[in-house]
């Protein structure tokens, strides 16, 4: 398993705004030039929406897949990551739970009624009553509990889009 080199926990904000995130919902994410982590080839393939309402965890997560070679775009809530879901197909969906607007349970539940099959990563520091909920709705996708390591973000990212881990046990 490739790791970033960088084991942080969430949130950090260092200050430093990744290129085409914003507020809403924002431009694929550029990737440092000077990240020089292990890349896999089919990776750069595969797209992501990043979906949270918290601009630094958003930018923290966006950034950290794309320097592990994704392309990534960002949504504030839930309402604008489903109108991002109706413009263009995505990989994969990492959405917080608790949001204004629309949830993060809330937006898993339309996109399974759609019958999209993006896995979904739902990211969750209260999940406790709704963890049950949570694993019916989410497969193909796992939960990822607060606070994580950018390590274990990858480490689910990886094992969903490119080893066909689709579903936790």
Same mark, same amino acid.
């Given at each position: 398993?490739?790791?970033? *080199?960088?084991?942080?926990? =969430?949130? +950090? /904000? %260092?200050?430093?705004? $990744?290129?085409?995130?914003? #507020? ?19 990776? *750069?393939?595969?797209?992501? =929406?990043? +979906? /949270? %309402?918290?601009?630094? $965890?958003?930018?923290?997560? #966006? ?27 995505? /990989? ?78």
């Amino acid at each position: 398993m490739i790791r970033p *080199a960088a084991d942080s926990q =969430l949130p +950090v /904000d %260092d200050g430093n705004r $990744t290129a085409g995130a914003s #507020a809403g919902i924002g431009g694929p994410i550029e990737p440092d030039p000077q990240d020089n982590s292990s890349r896999i080839g089919t990776s *750069a393939e595969k797209q992501i =929406l990043v +979906v /949270d %309402d918290d601009q630094a $965890t958003r930018d923290w997560v #966006a950034r950290t897949v794309t320097r592990a070679g994704f392309r990534a775009d960002t949504a504030s809530d839930g309402e604008h990551g489903w109108d991002a879901l109706l413009k263009a197909a995505y /990989d994969l969906v990492i959405t917080d739970h608790e949001m204004p607007r629309l949830t993060g349970l809330g937006l898993v539940e339309r996109i399974r009624s759609f019958s999209m099959e993006p896995p979904c990563i739902v990211i969750s520091g209260n999940h406790s009553g709704i963890e049950g909920i949570l694993r019916q709705l989410v497969g193909p996708g796992s939960i990822l509990a607060k606070p994580f390591s950018q390590a274990e973000l990858i480490e689910k990212v990886y094992g969903h889009l490119l080893h066909g881990n689709i579903t936790e046990p």
